[in-house]
């Protein structure tokens, strides 16, 4: 699978982005460690691509994630949407620019609220950004269910999260990420806490609504197989740092960077299959 052209422009663009974080030295020690989490990360997705990021724990995949749909703010460096430079927005314009951009996160049990049923759950970025009205949030709430595969929606409107599966919870989670018909998802490690069948599903869903809608996913990873069934393009991210750019299929059977030939080889079922 490959949505990549290489004269495209990008819709999301990253550019000698540093994030440095403080942390205090100790309980009983004044002043203040500095963590390095990303470390210069150039990086650049296009339109329609679902792209894969691909690192072991604590190589800074979250990060990324959180700066791309603006949590947090880079020490140093320039992102971009289409172009345009995100790092300073303010006002209305970041407002818009949050109904463009949503994330998935990785725990389904905790990334919902349980004391919200699940059209309040999707709803809430309807009436965050004054969407429609009552009748027509309904019908789009309805609709949004069922496009996630939560059949028929009216059977899911008014329940809990309690009474849900955890790849039921996290079609939910998906419903509330596309319900703004946003332009670019980050799904950080949306399908880790899931058993291998629902992570499937789950998959085919990402790939429906990227295909449906035109949408844009950075799919965040520590599992190379993963992102060579989803992936147009994979980056891997070693210690802050992209070190290598490729197709997954490429980056599996020719991995250029010393780190990426390491990550395969601790891949269960790459050192001999690939
Ligand atoms: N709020 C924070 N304060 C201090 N350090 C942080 C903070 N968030 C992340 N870090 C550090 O930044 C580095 C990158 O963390 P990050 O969560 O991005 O890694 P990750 O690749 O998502 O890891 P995992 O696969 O375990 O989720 C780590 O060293 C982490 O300890
Ligand atoms: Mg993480």
């Given amino acids: 699978m490959n949505n990549y052209d290489p004269d495209k422009s990008p819709l999301i663009e990253m550019k000698g982005v540093i994030k440095e974080y403080n942390t205090r030295k100790g309980f009983f020690c004044r002043g203040q460690n500095k963590v390095l989490a990303l470390n210069d990360i150039d990086l650049s997705i296009q339109k329609?691509?679902?792209?894969?990021?691909?690192?072991?724990?604590?190589?800074?995949?979250?990060?990324?994630?959180?700066l791309l749909v603006k949590l947090e703010e880079p020490t140093r460096g320039k992102i971009r949407l289409k172009g345009e430079l995100i790092n300073d927005l303010?006002?209305?314009?970041?407002?818009?620019?949050?109904?463009?951009?949503?994330?998935?996160?990785?725990?389904?049990?905790?990334?919902?609220n349980p004391h919200l049923s699940i059209s309040e759950t999707i709803m809430e970025p309807l009436i965050v950004h004054n969407i429609g009205t009552m009748e027509s949030r309904?019908?789009?709430?309805?609709?949004?269910?069922?496009?996630?595969?939560?059949?028929?929606?009216?059977?899911?409107?008014?329940?809990y999260p309690h009474q849900l599966s955890g790849g039921q919870r996290q079609r939910v989670a998906i419903?509330?990420?596309?319900?703004?018909?946003?332009?670019?998802?980050?799904?950080?490690?949306?399908?880790s806490m899931l058993d291998a069948t629902i992570a499937i599903q789950l998959f085919k869903l990402l790939t429906r609504i990227r295909d449906e809608f035109n949408m844009t996913f950075l799919f965040i990873t520590h599992n190379l197989a993963a992102a060579r069934y989803l992936c147009d393009r994979v980056a891997v991210i070693h210690e802050g740092h992209i070190v290598e750019v490729n197709t997954a299929e490429q980056i599996i059977r020719n991995p250029e960077h010393p780190y990426t030939k390491k990550l395969i080889e601790v891949q269960p079922g790459f050192r001999y299959n690939r």
Avoid: W
């Fill in 48 to 66: 329609g691509e679902i792209f894969g990021l691909v690192g072991q724990s604590g190589s800074g995949k979250t990060t990324t994630g959180r």
């Fill in 175 to 191: 419903a509330r990420a596309i319900v703004l018909d946003p332009e670019f998802i980050v799904a950080d490690e949306p399908t």
């Fill in 90 to 112: 303010c006002g209305k314009e970041l407002q818009k620019f949050r109904s463009r951009i949503q994330m998935i996160f990785q725990d389904p049990y905790q990334s919902l």
């Fill in 138 to 159: 309904r019908e789009k709430i309805i609709k949004t269910l069922e496009t996630v595969g939560l059949l028929p929606g009216e059977a899911f409107y008014n329940r």
